[in-house]
């Protein structure tokens, strides 16, 4: 079975400092990877995504996470927090080999403190 | 890039009434689409998956019948709350995996759309 635990409900970084969300996967197979943002009342927007290539991915907005398979994590990194990045952001498993269904973990909430 | 619409994007009823939820691809095709719902403060909960010209595959604890899922072509597929009841008040999102557009290839990525919010008297 595939899982994915987000270790922090809510993060709270001054504007400017870096970020760091935590991510750490289970799955039986090789995982794909996601990091989506939700804004307040909004759908979904994709971060970023490993799919067994890179394992440092770079991803929109300045967000970047690394895959380490021996640490089972994807840690999503940003150098410089912008107040536009509070929102809601979710690590995603999936399998690959065709399997859709994505499985979210429980979310981070980051606040930036002006 | 890719869009997903969801309508309406509010939605309040009467208990015990119907609510029908439109998801869109506006400019591919999507052969499957998937449907969730996101209660207060917590994450996705994938409900169904959506293929065109097929029934839905629902996920373990969700009711077919009170949660319809029509799927009739590859730019629609809608999700009807039937009987809605205060309990099924939720921020439900659909996305749609891109199937590619008429003659075009499949990028196979996965949109979602901005979600409807349903809130049940």
């Known amino acids: 079975a595939q899982s994915v635990t987000q270790l922090d409900s809510h993060v709270s970084v001054s504007e400017g400092t870096p970020v760091l969300l935590r991510c750490n996967y289970s799955s039986s197979y090789s995982p794909s990877l996601f990091w989506y943002v939700q804004h307040p009342n909004k759908g979904l927007q994709l971060l970023l995504k490993y799919t067994s290539a890179a394992t440092l991915v770079k991803g929109i907005n300045g967000f970047e996470a690394e895959f380490k398979k021996s640490e089972t994590s994807f840690h999503l990194t940003k150098p410089s927090a912008h107040m536009s990045d509070a929102a809601e952001y979710f690590c995603?498993?999936?399998?690959?080999?065709?399997?859709?269904?994505?499985?979210f973990g429980t979310g981070t909430r980051l606040t930036i403190i002006p | 890039g890719a869009v997903v619409s969801q309508h309406p994007s509010w939605v309040i009823c009467k208990s015990g009434t119907s609510v029908k939820i439109e998801c869109r691809s506006l400019?591919?095709?999507?052969?499957?689409m998937f449907w969730y719902r996101q209660f207060p403060k917590q994450s996705l909960m994938l409900m169904a998956t959506s293929n065109e010209g097929s029934k839905a595959t629902y996920e373990q604890g969700v009711e077919k019948d009170k949660f319809l899922i029509n799927h009739a072509s590859l730019t629609l597929s809608t999700l009807t709350v039937t009987s809605a009841h205060p309990e099924d008040s939720s921020f439900y999102i659909c996305?749609?995996?891109?199937?590619?557009?008429?003659?075009?290839?499949?990028?196979?990525?996965?949109?979602f759309g901005e979600g409807s919010r349903l809130t049940v008297l």
């Open positions: 400019d591919f095709q999507a052969t499957t």
């Open positions: 995603v498993v999936s399998f690959n080999f065709g399997n859709e269904k994505l499985t």
């Open positions: 996305s749609a995996r891109d199937a590619g557009t008429s003659g075009g290839a499949s990028t196979g990525e996965l949109f």
